[in-house]
């Protein structure tokens, strides 16, 4: 592997600069939105930087246009990266003054996010705040124990603090539907060739060494066959044993969660993709840990009947399961450098054209 794994992982908050210039806290802030969770771990946003502010752009270059044919997910995955940013800033002592897509003429700049005004840090606020860099997405079977007391309603507050829906999902009929949903959209899913060449695309050792997609041994699947996971993934259609496989994951986890908006728009999955690592904070502060399954959103026509099953009004944006599993390797990262762009130089008006 050509990084050293841990490292973008290990950001010492001893290191903030808090008595520095503000352009040098919003760059110490960007090293933990790159920390954020992201769909086949594409980490789709660049940012720039002012004096006095931050941008977040999407990178649709990193788009994945069979499973997320409308960037759903991408858009998703970045409010993800502006949801950690939220999280420091509140540790670091400000309110954070986000302002999501502030030009409409310019649908990729999705967020520019101030530092805000003074803000004492709650004990909570410590606690998510340190769960960034523990938070793994663990695809691995999870403990039998129910969940720790005011977990649900922990996560309830914190949906509704951000004006979105939240279901805990724990009744053993209930999850068993939700996972054999989960089943039929794997099933339908892995038949496509197109959906297992994108995978096979972000899951190999390739992607490894450029540190971003997923290794095989994220799945659980020995270290070694990473370097074949894609072409198996690719050439042969493991749907049926990927669904049985989920099915009893999402089946036996404690808690499924779903996280629903009131519409489908660009917001709503902003305002989704920061609550949701909100969430995974907060639960990776009790110890527990996640794993998505998202399959019945990506998969419009499966939408509805998720929606009735976890008893929401709105729109379902995102599934997972949670719960106390193994402690699993952190997932590889981009450098910081490699997602900052430049601002635009300032348009300087020439004496000529006066
Ligand atoms: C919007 C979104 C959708 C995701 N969907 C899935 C999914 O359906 N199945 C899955 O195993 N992981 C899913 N993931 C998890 C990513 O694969 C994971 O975040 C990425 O590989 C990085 O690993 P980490 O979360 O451990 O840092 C999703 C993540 C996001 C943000």
Not at 79 to 97: E, V
Not at 219 to 240: H, K
Not at 301 to 316: D, E, M, N
Not at 317 to 340: A, N, T, W
Request: charged letters at 30%; one cysteine or more.
């Amino acid at each position: 592997m050509a990084q050293d794994a841990a490292t973008p992982w290990h950001v010492e908050a001893s290191r903030y600069p808090a008595t520095g210039p503000d352009i040098d806290k919003y760059r110490f802030l960007l090293r933990y939105a790159i920390l954020a969770p992201s769909s086949h771990n594409t980490q789709p946003w660049l940012f720039r930087v002012y004096d006095d502010h931050l941008e977040v752009i999407a990178d649709r270059s990193r788009a994945l246009p069979v499973v997320d044919p409308i960037d759903r997910e991408l858009v998703i995955s970045c409010g993800g990266a502006i949801g950690m940013i939220r999280a420091s800033l509140l540790r670091f002592g400000y309110s954070g003054d986000i302002e999501l897509l502030p030009d409409s003429a310019d649908k990729d700049l999705l967020a520019r996010v101030k530092l805000g005004s003074p803000h004492e840090p709650t004990l909570a606020d410590q606690a998510r705040f340190a769960a960034i860099s523990r938070r793994r997405s663990t695809r691995r079977k999870f403990e039998d124990e129910p969940l720790p007391p005011g977990l649900a309603e922990e996560l309830g507050e914190l949906a509704q603090l951000d004006e979105l829906e939240l279901a805990v999902i724990t009744g053993s009929e209930a999850k068993s539907d939700v996972a054999e949903l989960v089943a039929e959209a794997d099933r339908e899913q892995h038949k496509d060739p197109d959906f297992r060449k994108e995978l096979s695309e972000w899951l190999s050792s390739r992607r490894t060494s450029s540190r971003d997609g997923m290794s095989l041994a994220s799945f659980g699947a020995p270290d070694i066959l990473s370097s074949v996971g894609g072409f198996i993934i690719r050439t042969l259609d493991v749907g049926r044993r990927v669904a049985a496989n989920d099915k009893r994951l999402a089946s036996n986890s404690p808690a499924l969660v779903v996280i629903a908006t009131r519409d489908d728009s660009p917001r709503d999955w902003l305002a989704a993709g920061m609550m949701h690592v909100t969430a995974l904070l907060a639960v990776t502060a009790r110890g527990l840990t996640a794993a998505y399954l998202n399959q019945p959103i990506e998969l419009a026509k499966f939408r509805a009947r998720l929606k009735g099953l976890a008893g929401v009004s709105g729109v379902p944006q995102l599934l997972f399961r949670i719960g106390r599993g193994p402690e699993v390797k952190p997932s590889v990262r981009r450098d910081l450098e490699e997602v900052l762009v430049r601002p635009p130089r300032a348009r300087v008006k020439s004496y000529a054209q006066s």
